[in-house]
C-alpha cells in the first residue's frame, strides 16, 4: 500500500516599509509505503524560500490529513524509533 501525503506550506510575507503584504504558496507531495514514516521536508522549504527570493516572513507548514503530524525536531534516528515505538502503544496498529 502507498500513502500519499500533500503538505500546504505557506509562506507570508510581510513588508513593513512599503506596507505591502503578499502570500506565496507550495504543496510538497509525501510518499510513504508505511503507515508510519518520517521524512526531512527542510530542504525542500529552504528550496521554496531561496527561489522566492524573499528575505523576511513567516513559513506555516500543516496538512491536509487528520492522521498527518508536523513535528518540528532533528531526524536522529533513535528519537524517530522512539517516537514510533510510542505512537504503537498508544493506537497499536
Do not use: Y
Not at 23 to 40: D, Y
Amino acid at each position: 500500500m502507498m500513502f500519499i501525503f500533500d503538505l500546504n506550506v505557506l509562506v507570508f510575507i510581510i513588508r513593513m516599509s512599503q506596507e505591502a503584504f503578499s502570500m506565496l504558496t507550495a504543496t510538497i507531495s509525501v510518499h510513504s509505503s508505511s503507515s508510519f514514516s518520517c521524512h526531512p521536508i527542510t530542504e525542500v522549504i529552504q528550496s521554496f524560500l531561496d527561489t522566492s527570493q524573499q528575505l523576511e516572513g513567516v513559513v506555516c507548514a500543516s496538512s491536509k490529513h487528520t492522521t498527518t503530524a508536523l513535528i518540528v525536531n532533528e531526524m536522529e534516528e533513535r528519537l524517530i524509533m522512539d517516537l514510533e515505538k510510542w505512537l504503537k502503544e498508544l493506537a497499536p496498529p
